[in-house]
């Protein structure tokens, strides 16, 4: 089984991590887990003004302060899992929008 978890930091995010360790107890060896997390945009002249380098580690920054809680739960579970970040851009819609859009790469 494959679960793409999201998480956003919040009270909400936490809980459904402890739902989702302890409800699939039984199957966390067949288990497979995507921690996932996208970031906000920065406006244009922001990342001008700041750098590619630096706004790469502010998307950094936020990813590991929103996943931290989710991570550490799913660490203390023994559950193994996969971790995926992204800053947040136009091209990288719902997939539901891509596919109206004819392109399904992220």
Known sequence: MKV?????????ADRAARFLITS???A???????????DAPVLDR???????RRIAEIHQENSDACLKGARRRLKR???????CTRP???RRASPSMRRRA???SC
Not at 4 to 12: K, M, Q, T, V, W
Not at 31 to 38: A, H, K, P
Not at 46 to 52: D, F, H, P
Not at 77 to 83: P, T
């Open 46 to 52: 922001v990342a001008a003004a700041l750098g590619e």
């Open 4 to 12: 793409l978890f999201a998480s956003d930091g919040s009270d909400c």
């Open 28 to 38: 966390i060896k067949n288990l497979r887990v995507t921690l996932f997390y996208v």
């Open 88 to 90: 947040a851009t136009p």
């Open 24 to 26: 699939l107890d039984k």
């Open 102 to 104: 004819g392109t399904t």
């Open 77 to 83: 579970s023994g559950l193994r899992f996969d971790e």
